[in-house]
């Protein structure tokens, strides 16, 4: 199946990481923090640029020549606060921090530390606080003149970015005027002498009694109709350094944020009371992506980022699951995350951002954090927690004997004829750390009986080089290697998938010539050397070619000459199935190799005129189809070979959600199309494995991670593996 259908299955996966780490620049400037000095609004909106704008209680102000910032308190216990985010230089071993300040009649609140003061944070390449934060600046209470304070400390090893943030903290009254924030990388001897605080010595906060409306919402104007009375940006609203607008569309305010460069994050920032007793939180939003390149980690996407705080103000892990938008929506959607929320938590600290992207805008309207049943959630806590479950050793008097072709059929080599029935696992071909495989094989071959399992892997991954992974590979060979033994040590048999797709390239042929190695003396496991050729001729599936390929697609390749378009296409030599299986046998290795056709791994009809593969002295060589709801002709596309090859239907299955890619007239009723597809495949004998064994990569077999089948696939699938009988009642 194609790639983009286990998207969504990538995203809701995403939730592991919740990395906050900006690169950090090599030509550092004399000061870290640009506009320190607040002089310049070069967009005119009547705030400095590069500083956020608090929501309430804050001005630009201008004396004489020179402009500053002033916070002021207006009600009893309000936190006036300028959020910043800096990245650290490389090689920074500590830092100067230096504000000017002016004080008028600050009423400490109901702690000696709720006043005037710039809270700084170290944060790693994760987005994680680093403990303990460093010592605040405080500013006397009512210094009546300006007055310079700074702060020197050690940045710890694995800081990436500097939280700074200026403000009255939970005061009764009082303004806060600053100017000249200067950052500077310092001599570490320098900072040596002032050690972190102790513990406690950071502000503590409590619940809050109750939400702000009776539906359960915690937070106001989340539909950004509201401005606030002293800017131009919705009430109650952090707004952004830069990239951040309000707009206006069909009678309804949102804002908008916007990728200025590569890398660039573009972040409101909102910290968010939660109630007293409050178990479990529901954010959901509105939201409209386009024109979105995500950035070279997958997680670098557009995403309402959460941390829960505690009554310190310290980051409380694991953060809960971002609510994440990885491609472009076409139009708004809605969409929500419902998360458990620890005992001492006291503040959810919500950022919509872009976080690191290429470029992309993010538009966010009706943003709501309300409280939610807690049940459903423990329920499904308990749930996954039953499903990540330790690898198995190897039990080798259990594993199965290794096949050969002969004719149309599979043999031991006691000559017992076995037919590989089973199903697809699928997510090591998006996620290099899969979801569930281990627990998800045991309940493939004990409970659905299956004895073969399609095994989707990718080379990226293999060797390492994927998206999120930093340990060679290591990890992914072993998951992939436990999924194995898991499979192995019941007796079954493992199709090992490399899932790629259009033409084999030469990294396929390196992948293989170590995945044959490893498995070479291993009974259970097959090789399905390349997922789905397709957009080649017969010659170049079997001998290699060249493949030709268009670079990128735009709009504006609508004014390019005809010159211009070729330039834009590029291609790459492809070594063609034949070196696959070459690179395979050349390593000793014997085992039997699926070989899928052309049309996404349908059409098998060049292997019937003379594009066989030469199986070069291996135990043989099987050719697979994958059949889905629209695809026709089975007697000239599969049949034509049944009595002359043996054939694996490696991926096949219907749904009852139309597959966009494809003309929804053209996707037969599950319900007609299942039975008849089962049996086809029993009347000839063919082996197969059904596609998918994951409650997200469609066509599902399963509907969710109790593995209840799907009424219109994965029923019937699990009946045929049963022994229940199927008639074909006509070809499609
Ligand atoms: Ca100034
Ligand atoms: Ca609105």
Not at 356 to 380: K, M, N, W, Y
Request: proline content about 8%.
């Amino acid at each position: 199946m194609k790639r983009s259908i286990c998207h969504f299955a990538l995203l809701s996966s995403l939730l592991l990481a919740l990395p906050l780490g900006l690169h950090a620049q090599s030509d550092a400037p004399p000061s870290l923090a640009t506009n320190g000095n607040f002089e310049n609004d070069q967009k005119g909106v009547g705030w400095p640029d590069d500083w956020s704008r608090p929501n309430k209680g804050a001005s630009w102000e201008l004396d004489g020549e020179n402009h500053f910032i002033r916070l002021r308190a207006e009600e009893p216990g309000q936190t006036v606060l300028v959020h910043r985010i800096i990245p650290i230089p490389d090689g920074a071993k500590a830092l100067e921090i230096s504000v000017r300040g002016r004080t008028t009649n600050v009423q400490k609140g109901s702690q000696p530390w709720f006043d005037a003061r710039v809270m700084i944070n170290f944060k790693d390449k994760d987005g994680h606080q680093l403990q303990p934060a460093p010592k605040p600046i405080v500013f006397s209470t009512d210094s009546g003149d300006w007055e310079t304070k700074s702060v020197r400390i050690l940045v710890p090893e694995d800081a990436v970015n500097l939280e700074l943030m200026p403000c009255l903290f939970q005061v009764e009254s009082g303004t806060l005027d600053l100017d000249d924030v200067v950052i500077q990388v310092i001599d570490p001897a320098g900072a040596q002498a002032q050690a972190p605080p102790p513990p406690g010595a950071s502000p503590p906060m409590t619940r809050s009694p109750k939400p702000l409306t009776p539906q359960g919402d915690l937070i106001s104007n989340g539909n950004f109709e509201a401005l606030s009375p002293d800017a131009r940006w919705p009430d109650g609203w952090n707004r952004p350094a830069t990239g951040g607008s309000w707009q206006e569309e069909a009678g309804t305010h949102f804002v908008r944020l916007e990728s200025g460069k590569p890398g660039d994050t573009v972040l409101l920032y909102r910290l968010v009371p939660i109630p007293e007793g409050t178990e479990a939180l529901e954010i959901t939003t509105r939201a409209r992506v386009s024109d979105l390149k995500r950035g070279k980690e997958p997680w670098f996407d557009a995403r309402i980022m959460a941390n829960f705080k505690d009554a310190n103000g310290q980051r409380i892990d694991p953060a809960p699951t971002p609510l994440n938008f990885a491609s472009n929506t076409e139009g708004w959607k809605t969409r929500s995350v419902r998360f458990l929320v620890p005992r001492e938590a006291v503040a959810l600290e919500l950022m919509p951002s872009l976080f690191q992207v290429q470029s992309g805008r993010f538009d966010l309207d009706e943003i709501t954090v309300r409280l939610t049943d807690p049940q459903p959630l423990h329920a499904e806590a308990e749930l996954i927690k039953s499903l990540n479950i330790d690898p198995e050793p190897p039990r080798r008097e259990k594993w199965p004997e290794a096949l050969h072709v002969v004719g149309t059929k599979l043999y031991t080599p006691g000559n017992r004829e076995v037919r590989l029935q089973g199903v697809n696992v699928d997510s090591l071909e998006y996620l290099a750390t899969g979801e569930h495989v281990l627990r998800t094989l045991q309940v493939a071959v004990d409970d659905w009986k299956a004895n073969c399992i399609r095994l989707p892997v990718r080379d990226d991954f293999w060797f390492g080089t994927g998206p999120g992974q930093h340990d060679g590979g290591v990890a992914y060979r072993k998951l992939v290697d436990d999924a194995i033994t898991m499979v192995a040590n019941r007796g079954a048999y493992v199709l090992l998938d490399l899932h790629r797709f259009r033409a084999p390239r030469e990294e396929h042929v390196t992948f293989w010539k170590e995945a044959a190695k490893k498995y070479k003396d291993h009974g259970a496991v097959l090789f399905d050397i390349f997922n789905e050729p397709h957009g080649i001729s017969w010659e170049v599936w079997r001998n290699g070619g060249y493949v030709e390929e268009k670079k990128q697609a735009g709009d504006e390749d609508a004014f390019l000459s005809a010159q211009e378009k070729q330039k834009l296409r590029s291609g790459f030599h492809s070594p063609g199935m034949q070196a696959l299986v070459d690179a395979i046998r050349q390593v000793g290795a014997k085992n039997i190799i699926a070989a899928g056709g052309l049309d996404w791994a349908y059409d098998l009809s060049g292997i019937a005129e003379g594009y066989a593969l030469d199986e070069k002295g291996g135990n043989g060589i099987i050719y697979s189809t994958h059949i889905y709801n629209w695809k026709r002709d089975w007697a000239g596309k599969v049949l034509v070979i049944a009595d002359r090859y043996p054939i694996i239907v490696g991926e096949c299955g219907a749904d009852p959600n139309k597959m966009t890619f494809i003309p929804a007239e053209n996707q037969e009723d599950p319900y007609t199309w299942s039975p008849d597809m089962l049996g086809l495949i029993q009347k000839y004998q063919f082996q197969w494995t059904a596609f998918s064994f994951h409650p997200k990569c469609t066509p599902i077999l399963i509907l969710d991670w109790r593995y209840t089948p799907s009424p219109f696939w994965g029923q019937f699938v699990k009946d045929a593996l049963a022994g229940k009988r199927f008639e074909l009642k006509r070809l499609r």
